[in-house]
């Protein structure tokens, strides 16, 4: 039996669009210590479900995220990045504002979808407080909806370049 | 006498394709008190109207589906949930929405409103306007020697919102209730005063992950509204989108329980090939009322064909990969008569039993798919959909369940409008299958039914 590569997702280089836009928001931050890993808490505000078909994928076999250092955690406790789904729905605010508060510092907020960025279709809705940044500080945006894997994808890794690229500048080892 | 001819005393009021009857309120307690006797009629669903709250009900062994309607005496109505467990839920929902209280009803707490809204009864002649204080919702208390795990709102996995409490005695499940509520978004009160065509993508984003259902059952009860009939080729690629979604929507379920990484990997399989031939990976917006929104992209054909031979290759070895975990064996039982009376009489038994029910309905797609494809008629995509004042019902199966949905159309235009989520009934299920499962098979006992949140949560 000869060995085969497994089928993974093949991805291009990193946005330097994107890449700039965080590093100009990170500047701004003053600690960031992090290493070439980021653990993803999702968190689903109100959503259609649309933006978390496409994120179980993007989480599955056919992305291996493992490979760029991304993992999914089961906590908010453990996570770096607060990858936050769907509108802000007036219900959901308090819940989501726990669970930032939950998080240790450093850490981000990914508002994933159209709904997340300015609450979308539903937006002007009595039940809908707006987008994520109706609650929390948001870092990076992911348009779509909802965004495909490759998108998410893309995103994320921009995310995990800049951090690695700050990590190298202040301690000289990493990068990349 | 029956219930069915009960409801046929009443006068009807045209709705397509089927008439609406108008009960009075003593009628509509007859109705009730024969439901309690009577297994034979499904409640599909219950919801409400200015000064009105209207059913359907459906006899499974002739087919005949029948709108039921009563007016509401000072936004009181007889209940239903006395004879019909799961309409309680319906009636929750009732009272958040549009004010119209249950008379009697079982259970009068919340489902849907929290609190937090902008509006009280937001969907009633006049919302008031509310500053908005969440309220924390209520759970049955624990018994003797029990305790109680409080999961959610927010929850790991990818899930969507919800709280669940488990009461538990050791590691086993005495009850599980459900509160939703946390992803209302108003979609019923944002597609009023819209046509049908700017109020398609509300409907297509009641629940993603069956997007093409609802979007399906919204244009059919549109189109029977107005008097519109879609084009032949626009049927054809409705039925192959449905067709595709729900292989989608099952492959997902399954990958929750067992095979992840064969199951991701077909999943994905089947979205790429959406996109290719539909330009969206869940076909949203690709069902618009009158036909669809764009033809079939070229090699479309191609990408579901070969997606849909991977699928149909995969089964035999899915299957015996299934049939290999005894666990799933005597898990979440849901006894016939129980799954009877909450109309999903083809979800009872356990766990085993309803992943090769699916096992078997992606087979069955997937054998289907093929021939849809190459039968594609030529011809037009979408038909106009008049001005029209009138009312129409329509449904879609989705990998769930059938969605349903109802409008009420003036002058074109949405004057109300209802969407009824499989998981109105998958919810009340999945309570009603929990009660003695491990605390740790939950996420498996869930992923059988496939009940969404936000379908339910409108």
């Not at chain 1, 909806?145 to 893309?154: A, D, F, I, N, S």
Request: with cysteine; charged share 20%; hydrophobic share 50%.
């Amino acid at each position: 039996m000869r060995w085969r590569r497994p089928e993974v997702e093949p991805v291009g280089p990193v946005d330097p669009a994107t890449t700039k836009m965080l590093a100009e928001r990170l500047a701004a931050a003053s600690q960031v210590r992090l290493g070439r890993s980021l653990a993803l808490f999702p968190l689903a505000a109100g959503g259609c479900n649309g933006c978390e078909v496409e994120l179980r994928l993007l989480a599955g076999a056919v992305y291996a995220l493992e490979r760029f250092g991304l993992s999914v955690v089961a906590s908010p406790r453990h996570a770096d990045v607060l990858l936050l789904t769907g509108p802000l729905t007036r219900t959901m605010h308090e819940p989501v504002l726990r669970t930032w508060q939950a998080m240790p510092a450093p850490k981000w907020v990914v508002a994933i979808g159209d709904c997340a960025i300015d609450g979308g279709v539903f937006r002007g809705s009595y039940a809908i407080s707006g987008g994520a940044d109706a609650a929390l500080p948001v870092d990076l945006s992911i348009r779509g909806c909802p965004p495909t894997p490759v998108q998410m994808l893309e995103g994320l890794r921009a995310l995990l370049a800049l951090n690695a690229a700050e990590k190298s500048a202040t301690t000289g080892i990493g990068g990349g | 006498m029956r219930c069915a001819d009960i409801i046929r005393t009443g006068v009807a009021v045209p709705c397509q394709p089927w008439p609406r009857h108008l009960l009075d309120a003593a009628a509509w307690r007859a109705m009730a008190a024969s439901l309690a006797s009577d297994p034979t009629l499904d409640l599909l669903a219950l919801w409400g109207d200015a000064a009105m709250v209207h059913a359907l009900l459906r006899e499974p062994a002739t087919g005949a589906t029948l709108p039921v309607s009563v007016a509401t005496e000072s936004g009181f109505y007889p209940t239903l949930s006395r004879a019909r467990p799961a309409a309680a839920w319906f009636e929750r929902m009732i009272r958040d929405l549009w004010g119209h209280h249950a008379e009697d009803g079982r259970d009068s707490r919340p489902w849907l409103d929290h609190g937090a809204w902008a509006l009280h009864a937001p969907l009633s002649a006049r919302p008031v306007a509310v500053a908005g204080q969440p309220e924390p919702p209520e759970f049955a208390p624990p018994g003797d020697r029990q305790t109680q795990i409080p999961l959610g709102p927010v929850l790991s996995g990818f899930a969507e919102p919800a709280q669940l409490r488990l009461t538990v005695t050791g590691d086993r499940v005495a009850r599980l209730e459900a509160r939703l509520g946390y992803a209302h978004k108003g979609t019923l009160s944002l597609m009023r005063g819209k046509s049908p065509l700017a109020a398609a993508r509300f409907a297509a984003r009641l629940s993603g992950d069956t997007t093409v259902a609802h979007s399906l059952a919204f244009a059919r009860a549109a189109e029977a509204a107005s008097g519109a009939v879609p084009p032949p080729r626009a049927i054809a690629l409705r039925t192959i989108m449905a067709a595709t979604e729900r292989i989608a929507g099952h492959l997902s379920d399954l990958g929750a329980i067992a095979e992840p990484a064969a199951l991701a990997r077909l999943r994905e399989a089947m979205a790429r090939a959406a996109g290719t031939a539909f330009g969206h990976r869940l076909m949203m917006d690709a069902v618009v009322p009158g036909g669809v929104g764009a033809d079939m992209a070229a090699g479309g054909a191609e990408a579901i064909g070969t997606a849909v031979a991977r699928v149909t290759e995969a089964v035999p070895a899915l299957r015996r990969a299934f049939a290999g975990l005894d666990g799933l064996s005597g898990m979440g039982v849901l006894p016939p008569d129980v799954a009877r009376a909450l109309a999903v009489a083809d979800l009872a038994g356990d766990v085993a039993a309803r992943v090769a029910a699916r096992l078997g309905s992606v087979e069955h797609l997937a054998a289907a798919l093929p021939g849809l494809l190459t039968a594609l008629p030529a011809g037009p995509l979408r038909a106009d959909l008049p001005p029209a004042t009138g009312e129409g019902i329509g449904a879609a199966e989705s990998a769930c369940g059938e969605v349903f949905h109802a409008l009420r159309l003036e002058g074109g235009q949405i004057a109300s409008a209802f969407a009824a989520d499989p998981g109105w009934r998958l919810w009340p299920a999945l309570e009603a299958a929990a009660p003695g499962i491990a605390v740790a098979d939950l996420p498996v006992l869930v992923a059988s039914f496939g009940a969404s949140v936000s379908g339910m949560d409108l």
